[in-house]
């Protein structure tokens, strides 16, 4: 094993302030959808918390979009425009999480400074942040103001509309709050990608495959 440099200062720090983040709106979210069951916190109070902090997050995303957007790190982000070989991977990569993991077999993804995620990964993140958090961002502000947004509202197909689709992104980041730790575990040591995330150091193998942005 060696050493790589793959996570930068400035991605470790708004990685962390994101899922610090998603936590909070997430609590403060079950508390205002379910404040007839839950009395933590003060309804008004849950409201002005949960708002605070899409704001804050909001920000937040925009340092990541930028530092991406302006260092050669977007590389990490590029899509493979070979199918044929993202397909193999993609199947190689499942097989490992659903088989060959359990039978103590190697991952077969290889990371490198411009290739940290494998190929589920790296369709799934684009997703997320490319698509999801967005979405998420928005329609959490139509509702912080559904009159200065009525316009928008309206074009988005009305407030129930908004919700709804603001509550099943709730319930996804919610079940990827768990499902992603469960992924980070699966390093050559449980901790081995928590640990990265704070250092910013990967630990490959000695003879890690060349890196190749594709």
Not at 11 to 32: E, K, T
Not at 95 to 107: C, D, H, L, Q, S
Not at 123 to 146: C, E, K, N, R
Not at 191 to 201: D, E, Q, V
């Amino acid at each position: 094993m060696h050493k790589l440099y793959v996570h930068p200062l400035p991605v470790r720090i708004w990685h962390w302030i994101n899922a610090l983040g998603f936590i909070a709106l997430i609590l403060s979210g079950v508390q205002i959808r379910y404040s007839d069951i839950l009395a933590v916190l003060p309804f008004g109070l849950a409201v002005q918390l949960h708002n605070a902090i899409g704001f804050a997050l909001i920000g937040n995303y925009f340092i990541w979009l930028l530092f991406y957007l302006f260092t050669d790190k977007i590389k990490v982000y590029h899509p493979d425009l070979n199918p044929a070989r993202y397909y193999r991977d993609s199947l190689r990569q499942a097989a490992f999480y659903g088989y060959g993991i359990f039978k103590g077999r190697p991952n077969p993804h290889h990371v490198s400074v411009y290739r940290k995620f494998n190929a589920l990964q790296s369709i799934t993140y684009q997703i997320i942040m490319i698509l999801l958090v967005p979405l998420q961002f928005y329609t959490g502000l139509l509702l912080w103001d559904v009159n200065g947004f009525a316009g928008s509202i309206e074009l988005f197909g009305g407030v129930r509309m908004v919700s709804t689709v603001h509550v099943l992104l709730f319930i996804f980041f919610s079940a990827f709050i768990f499902i992603h730790p469960y992924l980070a575990s699966l390093g050559h040591t449980p901790t081995a990608h928590f640990k990265a995330m704070i250092t910013g150091y990967e630990e490959v193998e000695e003879e890690p495959v060349k890196d190749v942005a594709r």
